[in-house]
């Protein structure tokens, strides 16, 4: 892990929600999967799947570049200019990435786009469930 420029709680705190995120995204875009397997049948099934790992895949790489701007340094005021770029550089990362994922999938992998859809809509409404802890 990254040595995140937040007080020891934080750094905690901010772990633990990522990783109830993750299990919320998990949840839901499996239950999501197994309702449209047993419904609609294989195919769309795993295209559910794989619309829930890119849902997941990008709140990893959005976690990961916020925590690259949090980082500890001596800079000052002068870098927390720097550090709001990097916020803005960790959205449209996180943006890229979701595009590249799903196109990937839709039309290399050519899978189902419905599935790939409900799957990743699943993992986002994770989102919703996962309220973000305090540090302590």
């Known amino acids: 892990m990254t040595n995140f420029g ?3 709680a934080a750094k905690i705190a901010f772990r633990r929600t990522l990783l109830r995120l993750i299990l919320i995204q998990v949840v839901l875009s499996t239950a999501a999967a197994i309702v449209i397997f047993l419904n609609k049948g294989t ?3 795993l295209a559910t799947l794989y619309g829930g790992a890119v849902g997941i895949a990008g709140a990893l790489v959005g ?3 916020i925590s690259l701007a949090t980082e500890d340094d001596d800079a000052g005021m002068a870098n927390n200019v720097l550090r709001m770029a990097e916020f803005y550089k960790a959205t449209l990362f996180r943006l890229i990435t979701i595009v590249a994922l799903l196109v ?10 419905a599935g790939i ?9 994770g989102y919703f469930f996962a309220r973000p802890l305090r540090a302590r």
């Open 6 to 8: 937040m007080p020891n």
């Open 43 to 45: 195919d769309l099934g």
């Open 63 to 65: 976690a990961w570049r």
């Open 104 to 113: 990937l999938g839709m039309v290399v992998l050519e899978l189902e786009a």
């Open 117 to 125: 859809l409900i799957g990743f809509i699943a993992a986002q409404l």
